[in-house]
């Protein structure tokens, strides 16, 4: 079952006592994670960059549909950007509830598949009652015209405070972050017109206010405070760290 939706994977709360175990860690794994596993090593048609593996991590090169660890083996796993593109997304679920007790998701959402599609990207991802729904991209014959992610992940997340605020106050518009305990809720292809409705042309009002609720103006002052001192916070934590070394 669903848990929370942290604000990103810096924000999930791990026992430094876990066992942390990370399903496609590629170029850019969780410090926190403690075994990596990857499927491709030799190809980054899937990712940025080359594998990473950080000195205290220890790597095993396996599909995240089969993993080679026991039942429960893990406290907790970490699935970073990588179910939009796998095979079986059911297996590969399936897979993580097997091994952890607890784990973490993050994927790009509808949304931001339009904004920054990818080709290796294989499914449309919503999260809806709950749940993640997703839609195969040639089922809805999803066709972008333009990638727009040097825009939307690059330009504007560096010199754009305004921006930063956005994607902390409304961090489910470009991207959904999943963290679920026990089970993992999911459907893929959905039939349910309630479910398949929003992968087909333009959103209604009320459909827009699902997935972005309306707040009142205290909530939303709170907020954009709260996602400007997170900010403020980090630039001088990065810049400390850049005069450090």
């Not at 179910?83 to 007790?101: D, G, M, S, T």
């Not at 339009?114 to 089922?139: A, F, N, Q």
């Not at 470009?174 to 398949?196: A, D, F, L, M, Q």
Request: net charge positive.
């Amino acid at each position: 079952m669903k848990v929370s939706n942290p604000k990103s994977r810096n924000h999930i709360k791990v026992p430094a006592s876990y066992s942390v175990s990370e399903v496609g860690g590629g170029h850019n794994p969780h410090k926190r994670s403690n075994v990596i596993v990857d499927k491709f090593v030799d190809s980054n048609y899937h990712r940025s960059g080359d594998v990473k593996v950080y000195h205290n991590q220890k790597f095993v090169q396996a599909d995240g549909e089969n993993l080679p660890f026991k039942d429960n083996e893990f406290d907790y796993v970490i699935c970073n950007q990588v179910l939009e593109h796998v095979e079986n997304p059911i297996k590969f679920l399936n897979e993580q509830v097997r091994v952890a007790k607890k784990g973490y998701i993050e994927v790009p959402s509808l949304i931001g598949e339009y904004l920054h599609p990818k080709e290796s990207h294989r499914w449309l991802i919503l999260e809806i009652d709950s749940k993640l729904i997703l839609m195969d991209k040639d089922k809805v014959g999803f066709k972008p015209s333009h990638d727009l992610g040097d825009i939307f992940l690059h330009y504007m997340p560096k010199h754009s405070i305004g921006y930063k605020i956005m994607q902390y106050t409304h961090g489910n518009i470009h991207t959904i972050r999943y963290e679920w305990e026990g089970n993992i809720e999911v459907i893929v292809n959905p039939t349910e017109e309630k479910y398949s409705k929003y992968f087909r042309g333009n959103w209604e009002i009320n459909e827009i206010e699902k997935f972005l609720p309306k707040r009142s103006l205290t909530c939303e002052l709170w907020s954009s405070i709260c996602a400007f001192s997170y900010i403020i916070k980090n630039v001088i934590k990065s810049r400390l760290f850049a005069k450090q070394a």
